[in-house]
């Protein structure tokens, strides 16, 4: 799947047009946009500014030669790019295994269009069928998160490093419940209950926000997805 993600992520970075502002995702999957778009910066002299999702990205796009900027000074972008965890036949997302959920959302929302980038195994009928919902939390209230989960039914983990044990700390210093509610059949109604809840930062609940998903095949080609559609 390693090439296919890597189709996925190329294509993405082919839809970045001159003198754009982008916003720039979090993964692995973009670890491929970002080298792309470091040849298109020398090969095309392609011009464009972008918003980076994570500390992990502001990195990788310096040494990449990609101009920074802020939602400070560009609070509205032309288009935001991403990876995602699972996506549903509504283009509906699961993300944050990356920890970079909240800044992700944010940027994403910003942006006029947001196009995700992922191999074929990402895609699935019913959002949770292989992943647990991650959810930003800030440190006081994880406890009393997880309470509450636990009453919705769902199981939540706090996340840790695997090699100290310790917390997983976001870009935005908080903790991340993995929380697993089984299949996810009303994700927009989750989601809502969940932006109740004190103590929740975000979660990685992407809903009604895609524009359109480049997917990488087993058989190397790329199939892109909107409105419900396979447009190509
Ligand atoms: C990070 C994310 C990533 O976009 C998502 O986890 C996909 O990552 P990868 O491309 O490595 O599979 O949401 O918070």
Request: overall charge positive; hydrophobic content about 40%; some cysteine.
């Amino acid at each position: 799947m390693e090439r296919a993600k890597q189709i996925a992520g190329e294509a993405v970075a082919n839809l970045v047009e001159n003198n754009q502002v982008i916003g720039l995702g979090t993964g692995s999957t973009i670890v491929y946009t970002i080298k792309m778009l470091e040849t298109r910066i020398k090969k095309e002299k392609l011009k464009f500014l972008a918003v980076p999702t994570s500390s992990c990205t502001k990195i990788l796009a310096i040494k990449a030669g990609i101009p920074l900027t802020s939602l400070e000074e560009y609070p509205e972008l032309d288009i935001a790019i991403d990876g995602a965890d699972e996506v549903d036949p509504k283009l509906n997302l699961i993300k944050g295994k990356g920890a970079a959920l909240t800044q992700e959302k944010i940027v994403a929302s910003a942006a006029k269009q947001f196009f995700v980038a992922i191999d074929e195994s990402k895609l699935v009928k019913c959002l949770g069928q292989n992943y647990s919902l991650p959810i930003e939390v800030l440190p006081c209230a994880w406890r009393a998160v997880e309470r509450k989960m636990e009453r919705m039914n769902g199981k939540p983990v706090l996340r840790l490093i695997s090699e100290t044990a310790r917390p997983v700390i976001t870009d935005n210093g908080n903790f991340i419940l993995d929380v697993d509610f089984g299949l996810i059949k009303n994700p927009k109604q989750l989601e809502q209950k969940l932006d109740a809840i004190p103590g929740i930062i975000e979660t990685g609940l992407f809903v009604g926000m895609t524009t359109a998903v480049y997917v990488g095949t087993k058989k190397n080609k790329i199939k892109v997805l909107k409105n419900n559609l396979e447009i190509s």
